[in-house]
Structure formats: C-alpha cells, structure tokens
C-alpha cells in the first residue's frame, strides 16, 4: 500500500473537482450525474500521466506534473468568472492565459531542473489530495445518506397521515404525468407573444380535460416545483427530498403500481425508484447514461474549468464549431423528445397497469429546435424559438394523450403541466410570466368539481387522491414563490396572480 499512494495523487486532484462541484449544487445533482464526469477525468489524468512518463523517463515527476495541470484545467474557468465577478470582466483570456502559463511553465523548470528529490512533494500532494478529496466525497456522501434517512422519516410521518383505503378489487386507473418544460398558461401567452393557444385549449377540453386558465407554479425551478408536486406540499426543510420517498409514489406504491420514466437530456434531475426507465440510449445499471449528449452539471463543470476557453473562443480550436457541436447535442434531444411521444402511446398496452408514468419533455424548454410542423431547426430568435416550441408539443400531445385514453381498459389520470415558464427568453423574464403555467386535468367528473382556474401545482395530487384513494387532505392555500431558496420562499416573494378567468 505504501508503494501505491504516492501514485494516487493525481487521480486524487482529478476527482475532487467534481465532486466539491457537486456539493455546491448538492440540491439538484443527483449522483448518478457524477458517473460520466468521474470516469472521463480519471482517463485523462491516467493518459496525460503515461504521456509525461514516456517523454521524461520519471515517473515521480511527471505524476507532479499531471498533477499541475489537472489543478490548471479545473481551477481556470473559477479563477476567470471569480475575477469578472470581482472586477466586472477587467481580464480577459489571453492575460489571464500568460499568468497560468507563466507560473506553470516556472513550475515544471523548478520540477524538472532545479528540484532534486521528488518525494517530498509526491508525499505533500498525496496527502493534500487525500485530505480534500475524503472531506469532498464525504460530504457527498453524507447528504445522500441524510436525504435518504430523511425520506424514511418523511415516509413514516405520512403512513400517520394518510387515510388511503385499500381497494377490493385490484383495479387501479393508470397516472400519467406528463411534464412539459417550461410550457407557460394560454393567458400568458396572449399577454407575453401574441399568441393565441385557443385551439390546443379548446382540443384538450374536447377531450375531456380540465384547463386551470390562471395556473401558476409553486416555484420558479424544475427541481423545486416538481418536487413540491409529487410531496403536494411546500418546501418546508432546506432538503430537496428525493421523489421516490414521496406521498405520490408511496401512496402509490402501497396500491401496487409500477413507476416508469423515460430518459431526456436532464440526466441527474429526479431520483424515482422507478420500475422502468425507457431511453433510446443503453443506461449503465438502468440508471447512468454514458452515450447521451452533454448534462447540465458536466456543462457547468466544463465552464468552470479550462475548457471555457472553447465557449468563449470558438476559433480557438482550427476545425472546432461549437455551434455544429451543440447542433449534435440539440439533435439528440430532438430524437430524445419523439421517443417518448411515441412510447407514450404504446404505453397502455406495452406496461401492466396500474402504473405511474412521469414523461418530462425538455420542450418549450431550451434549445428552441422545433418548427411547429416537427422538423429540426435550431431558431436562435428565443421569442419566436419558445412560440415554435410551444406549436409542436401542443399538436403532438394532444395525439397522444388521445391515444393514451382510447388505449386505456380504465379511465387513466392524466396529469399535463409545465414546472414554470419560459426559459431561456430574456426579452420576456418577469415574474409574473416565469410562475404561470399550463396545467391541464383529465380525471373524473366528481375530480373536476374541486378543480379551479388559480389552482397551484402543491394541490394537484390533493384532489387526486381524494377522489381516487378516499384520503381527506386539506387543499393548501395557493402561493407562487419566485425565489430559488429555502429562506426566500416568503409572502414577500410569492407573485400575485392577476390573470382573470374567462367565462364559458
């Protein structure tokens, strides 16, 4: 063991990285995130390392070195953003450049010709990269033992509370939540684009839906609204509990339904236990994706290291277009985003009922890729790239959803809603239109009574259960946060609700 630890250092400072990024964004990066990011930096330290070996003949030395620049590659992009957050922009690349290259290129001549024995400093790094890694991975660790053990907490508190009954017969209707990204209400639309979404409403009616013309999300992120849904509760603990210990899919589970999700390019967004995970793609233990476009933490780990140089100077590299790169990313989620209309449909039939399907497009979400006949067009214009985006999932759910229904042996509940509004538009980011959203109910008539045009997202599977479970549950009193933290979720930041429903 003595033997191998002072070999382990650069490995060490590959690692730390990401997982001290990570712990920073702890709330919203699941561990499976992490996979990918943790296998390709290790790779990279293991090639840089042997490369070294086979140019100098030294093996302690040129760990050091490896050592050096995974530093410089995950440390640049901090530095960079920590000085134009400081300075507002004062640096720019290349001096920021000469400075790392300066005081590199002095390292390595220190290393290389004027350092006689490496190990003492092999011995210092190993130790320091130890110590930093440990606490880091610690830490991780540590929030997912306590988000679990909280789960088990959070589900014996509801076992107390709800008063489900236990069917005589073992027919249950099939769930299905289908969660459009970012899909803003019709009012809003009208108000905000000039767009009218009439049609989509009046299709959606026709088939039987409830259409809450002045929804509005609990909260302004995916993460946090989605998850204030399946708890149907308020974010009352700076904890973002993980779905699967939640009161939807324990509630569920206790009647014997399956969970089945899909892939999409949010990767590390939700933790279910699901029974099923559709993807187009081969997942490592059904859970990480290896072969899939970039996520959002291996972007955010990417900006924050040397390799924002690419973001920010595309020429950098001769031959590299970063605009053709994103283009292939953008078309797998096009592929990603049919895929899941089309195994929606198939669903009924293909999937023993009871069950509960969470379908989460990433549309109108960012990238606006879709023209409103389906085909593949990346619209850099966001104001028309959102309304385009909104055009092509409102004709295909409306299909699909239809087929759901005609394929369904028992009435399903379906569940149509967006987490907040628009993103990625800065000509259009206001609070007022970030909180409204579609939110859309096909349920039963008895349902559709306590069902109201303002109702919030926190309420949605109250009413649900009570007519469907015989539970009691109280509806909560409807606020919309437009704030991202725990401590910021307070009556001064909760947007009030000016939309008026039209009358029928």
């Not at 499976?32 to 030294?58: D, V």
Request: proline share 5%.
């Amino acid at each position: 063991m003595k033997k191998i630890l002072p070999y382990l250092h650069p490995f060490l400072f590959a690692l730390y990285p990401i997982f001290e990024l990570r712990n920073f964004n702890i709330a919203y990066v699941d561990s499976a995130a992490l996979a990918r990011p943790i296998l390709l930096s290790l790779l990279g330290a293991a090639l840089i390392w042997i490369i070294l070996r086979l140019l100098t003949k030294e093996w302690q030395k040129s760990g050091i070195v490896t050592t050096l620049i995974v530093i410089v590659f995950f440390s640049y992009g901090h530095v960079f953003l920590e000085i134009q957050s400081t300075f507002g922009g004062m640096i720019r690349h290349r001096y920021l450049l000469l400075i790392f290259g300066m005081l590199f290129a002095l390292a390595v001549w220190f290393i290389f010709w004027r350092m006689k024995s490496a190990q003492t400093l092999v011995n210092f790094l190993t130790a320091a990269g130890a110590l930093l890694t440990i606490f880091s991975v610690a830490r991780s660790v540590q929030h997912d033992v306590a988000v679990y053990q909280s789960g088990r907490e959070v589900r014996a508190a509801m076992e107390s509370y709800r008063k489900a009954s236990q069917p005589n017969v073992g027919e249950r209707p099939d769930v299905y939540v289908i969660l459009l990204d970012a899909h803003t209400s019709a009012y809003a639309l009208e108000k905000y684009f000039n767009y009218d979404e009439s049609a989509f409403t009046k299709k959606l009616e026709g088939l039987g839906f409830y259409v809450a013309q002045c929804a509005q999300s609990n909260y302004p992120a995916t993460k946090l609204s989605v998850t204030s849904t399946f708890y149907a509760d308020y974010h009352r603990e700076d904890t973002l509990f993980p779905l699967y210990s939640s009161l939807v899919v324990e509630t569920l589970r206790s009647q014997g339904y399956r969970i089945v999700t899909f892939e999409n390019r949010s990767q590390g967004h939700f933790s279910f236990g699901e029974d099923a995970r559709l993807s187009r793609n081969q997942l490592l233990a059904g859970k990480v994706d290896l072969t899939g476009g970039l996520s959002e933490f291996e972007f955010q780990l990417l900006e924050t290291s040397l390799a924002r140089l690419v973001f920010d100077i595309p020429t950098l590299i001769p031959g590299f277009d970063l605009a053709q790169q994103k283009e292939t990313e953008f078309y797998e989620h096009y592929q990603q985003t049919y895929f899941i209309l089309d195994e929606l449909k198939r669903l009924p039939d293909e999937v023993e009922s009871p069950k509960l399907v969470f379908a989460h497009f990433l549309v109108p979400h960012p990238p606006f890729i879709f023209t409103p006949e389906g085909k593949f067009h990346w619209n850099e214009n966001e104001a028309d790239g959102y309304v385009s985006n909104v055009e092509f999932i409102d004709a295909q759910i409306t299909g699909v959803v239809e087929e759901i229904i005609a394929r369904s042996k028992i009435p399903p509940v379906i569940l149509i809603m967006g987490d907040h509004g628009p993103s990625g538009v800065p000509s259009k980011d206001q609070p007022a239109l970030r909180m409204s959203i579609l939110n859309a109910y096909y349920v039963s008539a008895a349902a559709k009574k306590d069902l109201y045009p303002a109702i919030t997202p926190v309420n949605s599977f109250r009413v649900i259960f009570n007519h469907y479970f015989g539970t009691e549950y109280p509806l909560l009193e409807d606020f919309a946060y437009h704030a991202g933290r725990f401590s910021e979720f307070t009556l001064e930041n909760a947007v009030k609700n000016e939309c008026a429903p039209s009358s029928k």
